[in-house]
């Protein structure tokens, strides 16, 4: 019982320290510094090129962990009466 907390505790830290680190450790791009195309108003091409080539680690760990979110919900939805 005492492995389970201290190994949950330190996941937990391990995910608020990768959580911290992406959230302060990013330059944020302001809309005036994103790619602009004057025919395309939305500037989906941009963002996708920006998402794609610049911030493609960001996006992967994000990918990530709402895969492993929704693993969980699944396993939590489940409930333990159908084992």
Not at 12 to 17: G, I
Not at 25 to 36: A, C, M, Y
């Amino acid at each position: 019982m005492r492995i389970n907390r201290l190994t949950a505790l330190l996941v937990s830290l391990l995910f608020v320290a990768v959580i911290v680190t992406g959230v302060f450790g990013t330059s944020w791009n302001t809309v005036s510094e994103l790619p602009e195309n004057p025919a395309d108003p939305s500037n989906i091409e941009g963002i996708g090129m920006l998402i794609f080539t610049q911030y493609v680690v960001p996006f992967e760990v994000l990918s990530i962990v709402l895969l492993a979110s929704l693993i969980g919900a699944i396993y939590m939805a489940k409930g333990e009466g159908n084992r």
